[in-house]
């Protein structure tokens, strides 16, 4: 299994930023299959954004729900993150991962996207 996020790497402040994961080698809709978004602040650990899972259920971080959608795109076996109202401190390192027989027990990772919050 592989993936690959993709979207722009500069966005400003108070706008959307939008993320896709696109997946091969396994089908996003694989029962008991979790896809997540993750970030990484600058210097700091791993942050949880969110998952859909492979019922089209989503899951947030009480942190970002207010700000984040999560959606799918089942013909193009890709999913997307959209977190709204973006500031600077938004600027991270974001990751899309696979979890199987649960949403934190991870095991195949795209390698990154960096995304700068700024004008």
């Known amino acids: 299994v592989q993936l690959q996020e993709s979207g722009p790497g500069l966005v400003k402040p108070s706008q959307t930023l939008s993320l896709t994961c696109t997946v091969s080698g396994g089908s996003i809709t694989t029962n008991y299959c979790y896809w997540n978004w993750i970030r990484q602040p600058p210097g700091k650990g791993l942050e949880w954004i969110g998952y859909?899972?492979?019922?089209?259920?989503?899951y947030y971080s009480p942190s970002h729900k207010s700000r984040t959608t999560i959606s799918r795109h089942t013909s193009n076996n890709q999913f997307s993150l959209q977190l709204s109202s973006v500031p600077p401190e938004d600027t991270n390192m974001y990751y899309c991962?696979?979890?199987?027989?649960?949403?934190?027990?991870?095991?195949?990772w795209g390698q990154g996207t960096q995304v700068t919050v700024s004008y």
């Open positions: 991962d696979r979890a199987v027989a649960g949403p934190y027990n991870y095991d195949y």
């Open positions: 859909i899972d492979y019922s089209g259920n989503t």
